[in-house]
């Protein structure tokens, strides 16, 4: 009997042990089912992907694991009908496990409001405060072996308006409908809407910023990968929000100087606009079809088209 009660010890804690690095090991796998970090918040969204990942594997493996053993080495034998031994309710175990899921719930949201915090995304509470604005808060990721970023060195005003980003460069008082950014550089967006609300989405930063009409929201970040990514509204702005979608370029400090002097020297012209462009050709229609729309903001002038 005491043997037997070892066994299931060692068995317990194998089967712990197996489950757990399983579950770790899942997590990791989490990493890759994302967009490439191409920003320093990133790292903050992407750890707690992992952690939420690991958690439940762990919890979905750990049931499994356990209601497969019962099936396999404790079943009744065949033709046994005999009711099973009467079993009374141990209150220990009881709390043990309505304790368990609480403090892991408690955890779960602890972790989360921290990188919401960290991350510095303004939600409603936030611009409540209509008459005393609040600022900013910065988000504390920043690139590993990189110097401590004090002060943005880059502000760029961003318009949203139905359908189109607009982008202005203080620095060159330069537009663009393409989004620049120099790696590596801390970065301070004014984001802006013409018309209706609408939601800054970069899935490669996971970054995500409503932009409420009639406020200016300064929202803060760090790009640290260069590449090119896609930035889209997130939120449901009209018929054409779909089309409203803008390239969002990463370059190295330099690259990204000599992009603004060379656009500097083209004189503005209107930009490309799909939303114009097809709202126009079915204006044009002899028969009218689908539902009313309003018409899209006039195609802004940019000295760079993209």
């Known amino acids: 009997m005491k043997i037997q009660k070892i066994l299931n010890i060692l068995t317990l804690l194998t089967g712990a042990i197996a489950v757990t690095i399983t579950s770790l090991w899942i997590g990791q796998q989490a990493y890759s089912w994302l967009p490439p970090q191409a920003a320093a918040e990133s790292l903050l969204i992407d750890d707690l992907i992992s952690f939420l990942v690991t958690l439940g594997a762990f919890i979905f493996l750990g049931v499994t694991s356990t209601l497969m053993y019962s099936v396999i080495f404790h079943r009744a034998v065949k033709d046994d009908f005999t009711d099973g031994p009467a079993i009374e309710g141990n209150i220990t175990l009881e709390v043990v496990w309505t304790a368990i899921p609480i403090l892991l719930v408690l955890w779960i949201a602890g972790y989360s409001y921290q990188v919401y915090e960290q991350m ?68 301070r967006l004014a984001l802006k809407s013409q018309d209706v ?15 409420i009409p009639n406020h200016a929201i300064d929202f803060e970040f760090t790009p640290i990968r260069p590449g090119k990514y896609s930035l889209t509204d997130s939120q449901y702005s009209g018929t054409y929000f779909a089309t409203m979608q803008a390239n969002v370029i990463v370059e190295s400090p330099e690259d990204y100087q000599q992009w603004l002097a060379q656009i500097a020297t083209q004189k503005p012209s209107p930009a490309k606009n799909q939303a114009a462009a097809e709202y126009a050709q079915t204006s044009n229609q002899s028969v009218q079809t689908g539902w009313v729309t309003v018409p899209p903001a006039a195609p802004p002038l940019v000295n760079s088209p993209g």
């Open 120 to 187: 510095g995304i303004q939600g409603p509470s936030e611009l409540v405060h209509l008459h005393n604005p609040l600022g900013m808060q910065s988000a504390y990721a920043e690139p590993k072996n990189a110097p401590a970023l004090a002060e943005p060195v880059e502000k760029i005003d961003v318009l949203a308006k139905q359908w189109a980003w607009v982008f202005h460069y203080p620095e060159r008082d330069v537009t663009s409908t393409e989004l620049h950014l120099p790696s590596d550089r801390r970065i």
């Open 197 to 211: 609300l609408h939601g800054f989405y970069i899935p490669a930063f996971r970054l995500k910023q409503d932009i």
